[in-house]
Each structure stands twice: as structure tokens, then as C-alpha cells.
């Protein structure tokens, strides 16, 4: 404690303890004023240049350092007192000091700690407002601590995720155990990242000290890994191989499709399902297309553990890591041979008379199409021959429609077997049918003979 007078800060009075604390003797401290104790490089925000001075007549109190004599310096925490005279004029100024160098350098290693968190941290009030914040809020979510600080944390918070970010708050505060929980923040631009928080009461309980780390990327995989889950055990079937082609993982409906269960395929080569159908060719075409775009999609013929053939729908993607290496190929495929026969089916309907199975009139204009090319090229002669059934009407009035469509069958089994097996039999409709003879001699009357 020291008493000094208002008028000019001279000292005129120190106890043991202020001679202890600034290393002076009685009569050094009664020679010196108490600017003289203040630290030349006093830099102390909470100080703001309220030092005890001539004419102060109020109670002040805070934070400062000082000097001691050996020229170190220590943090005290001060409280001015004046004492009036009935005119309410101080004849003295009782300063009080502690100590505080020790709390004072806690606090500042904690605020250097703080401030070298790599995650976001922040300091929360009981009442719900952000005291303090860390630059990395700044970096990572646009917020600066002038903005963050005006508005309460929840406001920041998803609207779905305050009531369960509230309901933890108020756990804290009745267990007074750690919280940790997940939310979605909102950053300055208006978008929300996924945050995984750890939160605690400080020594005295006055603030909520938290931690969030950005987890958004780990939610994003933990999503793209459901949907993947997901996926995998879908009606399709999934092999995954490394970037050699060599099968690490299949899903159920892959033996199911090829009857080759995990345990014979893995280890192994996609090649073992190839059913030779297709060339060299088709899977330069198909590796280039990986390789330059990343995918490849398309029907491919394989031959499943009972040696049958079918045709497949198949993507081929390649997974590629963050220096853009390709760590591992991944094939959805599915059996399309309900498809194809259905494609088979119907162009075989387009094509063929149903009935006698002949070549329809579209089919054959093809075919005439092709044969007058070649007949140009090569100069033979080519014939049309056109057959009309008499009398057939009459056949299906008297005998039914059953009968004669046995008929036309019958016609039909022997124009072909009249005919060369390059030749063309077809069907027009109703009675009538065509004959088209290819390949016949280079000279008309020759060719006339042939037909």
C-alpha cells in the first residue's frame, strides 16, 4: 500500500509490502513520485492511461505493470481510493496493488494458446454471445469478430439443429460434464458447414470455452458412402477391382447374375467372365474411352459359370485420388437378356413375316437395295420374281383362316427350297411373295435361262 499526495504524486507513505514488491527502501519510495514506478513500455489495454495523478478525486481500479528497481518488471492490479475533506477535495490517495503476474501470464498463455488453435475456438458467454473467437472463424466461415460478436451463437446455427445444439447447452449447464455434438453453422456468404464441437464451463463457470473442427468433408464421404452402400447391394451388379484389373470386391448380385461367388473371382481378372465375342477392337475402343473421359458405357457379351452367354449393360468408371491417379476401377452392370430378346423380338417382327417367317417387305427393300449395288459394281444381273396365290380368298371362306395360313406356310417351305440359299424369298402380304435372285450371269439371255 502507498499514500501520495494528489497535488504533485509524490509518495509519502509505503508499507513493507510495497518496498518488498518494488525493491526500494522507505526513503527511495519517499524520493520518487508514482509515475516514476509506472513501466516505460506499459502497453496494458485495460490500463487506458488511467494512472493515479495530481488532482485525481475518484476511485479508480485496474490493471498495469511496473517497475521494480532492479529494473524487471511485474503485472499488478492497482485500486486508487481518495480521501476528501469536507470540501470533497482528496488530501490523500491511498493506492492498493497486488501481484498479478502469475494470473497475468496464465491468462496470456492461455490467450496465446487460444489464439493457436488450429480449429475454430471460441469463447461463449452464459447468456448466449460470443466473447471471443479465434482468426481462424475469419478464414475459414467470413466472419469477423466484430460481426460474430453482435449476434447470439444459436442464430448462427441451422434452424434443424437448434433445438438438438440447445438441448446440449442446457446438459452442460446441469451435468457439468464436456459436450461434444455436431451442428451445421452458417458462414458469411450463407452457406452452412457441418461442425463437430467440444465444449466446457471454464474454472468459474462465467463462460463456455468451445472447439469446432470442420467436418463437412467427412460428412460428404460418410453420405457418398450410404449412397455407395446403397448401391452395392442394388439389383446390379458392382465389381471393384485395383488399378491392375484385379477383382477386390463384388456384391451379392453379381453372383447372382454370373454364378461366380467373391471368394472365386477375387484376386482375378474381369477377363474370366469374357465370352470371346468381342474383338480386340472393342476393348481398344472401350480403354481408350476410360482412360480420355474416366468412363466407359455400353452392352458387352459374357459368359457366365455355367458357360451360357449373355448380353450385359455395363459402366466402367475409374475412382482417381487427389494427385489425379487412378487407384481403382469400378463396373455397375446388369443382365439385359430380357432386353435383348425383347430387341430381338421385335426386330425380328419388323423384318420377318410372322407367320412363314420370310423376309418382310421392309427387309427386302434392303436386301434390293444391296443387290443392285453389287449388280453395278460387278455387272451381273439380278431377277424379281413376283407370285401371286390364286383363288386364296376362297381357301380361307370354305376351309377357315387356319387352313389358310398352313397354306401359306406351305408355299413359303417350298419357294425356298426352289431357290439358292443366297437367294431371297419373301412375303408381301396376303398371297403374294417375292422371289429376288442374286448373282446371275453378266449377259441378259443367260441370265433369263438361269431365272
Known amino acids: 500500500m502507498i499514500v501520495i499526495d494528489p497535488d504533485n504524486g509524490r509518495i509519502i507513505l509505503a508499507n513493507h509490502k510495497a518496498q518488498k514488491m518494488w525493491g526500494y527502501s522507505a526513503d527511495e519510495l519517499l524520493s520518487k513520485s508514482i509515475t516514476q514506478l509506472n513501466y516505460p513500455t506499459d502497453l496494458a489495454e485495460s490500463y487506458k492511461g488511467n494512472s493515479p495523478s495530481p488532482g485525481i478525486c475518484e476511485y479508480l481500479n485496474f490493471e498495469k505493470q511496473y517497475a521494480r528497481k532492479d529494473g524487471s518488471h511485474f503485472w499488478g492490479e492497482s485500486s486508487v481510493a481518495p480521501l476528501k475533506d469536507e470540501s470533497s477535495t482528496p488530501y490523500l490517495l491511498v493506492v492498493s496493488t497486488i501481484d498479478i503476474t502469475v494470473r497475468k501470464n496464465e491468462k496470456n498463455a492461455f490467450i496465446k494458446l487460444f489464439k493457436s488453435i488450429p480449429d475454430l475456438a471460441c469463447i461463449i458467454s452464459t447468456s448466449g454471445y460470443f466473447l471471443h473467437i479465434n482468426s481462424n472463424w475469419n478464414k475459414k466461415l467470413g466472419h469477423s469478430e466484430q460481426e460474430i460478436r453482435s449476434r447470439p451463437f444459436l442464430e448462427f446455427v441451422h434452424p434443424q439443429d437448434q433445438d438438438s445444439t440447445n438441448r446440449e447447452i442446457e446438459r452442460l449447464k446441469s451435468d457439468k460434464a464436456p459436450i461434444h455434438f455436431v451442428n451445421r453453422f452458417r458462414c458469411n456468404e450463407g452457406n452452412y458447414l457441418w461442425l463437430e464441437w467440444s465444449a466446457s464451463y471454464d474454472a468459474d463457470r462465467e463462460s463456455l470455452l468451445a472447439i469446432a473442427r470442420d467436418i463437412t468433408e467427412r460428412k460428404q464421404t460418410e453420405a457418398d458412402l450410404r449412397i455407395a452402400s446403397i448401391t452395392f447391394n442394388s439389383h446390379e451388379g458392382v465389381t471393384i477391382t485395383d488399378n491392375n484389373m484385379t477383382i477386390m470386391k463384388v456384391n451379392p448380385t453379381f453372383t447372382k447374375i454370373t454364378g461366380y461367388t467373391e471368394n472365386e473371382v477375387v484376386g482375378k481378372n474381369p477377363r474370366i ?112 420374281l413376283f407370285i401371286d396365290l390364286d383363288h386364296f380368298k376362297i381357301t380361307n371362306d370354305t376351309l377357315g383362316y387356319a387352313m389358310g395360313d398352313l397354306l401359306l406356310q406351305q408355299v413359303a417351305e417350298r419357294l425356298k427350297s426352289c431357290v439358292r440359299a443366297d437367294d431371297t424369298v419373301a412375303r408381301l402380304g396376303g398371297g403374294q411373295f417375292v422371289l429376288m435372285l442374286d448373282g446371275l450371269n453378266e449377259h441378259s439371255l443367260e441370265a433369263a435361262t438361269q431365272v
Open 273 to 384: 467372365l469374357s465370352s470371346s465375342r468381342q474383338d480386340a477392337r472393342f476393348y481398344h475402343s472401350m480403354w481408350k474411352s476410360i482412360k480420355t473421359t474416366g468412363t466407359w458405357e455400353g452392352r458387352i457379351w459374357d459368359r457366365r459359370k455355367n458357360g451360357d452367354i449373355y448380353p450385359a449393360n455395363l459402366t466402367i468408371s475409374a475412382v482417381k485420388d487427389h494427385a489425379g491417379q487412378i487407384t481403382n476401377y469400378v463396373g455397375i452392370f446388369t443382365d439385359s437378356s430380357e432386353t435383348q430378346a425383347a430387341e430381338d423380338n421385335t426386330r425380328q417382327m419388323a423384318l420377318y413375316d410372322p407367320l412363314t417367317g420370310l423376309p418382310s417387305r421392309r427387309l427386302l427393300l434392303d436386301r434390293l437395295m444391296l443387290s443392285i449395288s453389287a449388280c453395278e459394281r460387278n455387272g451381273n444381273e439380278g431377277a424379281l
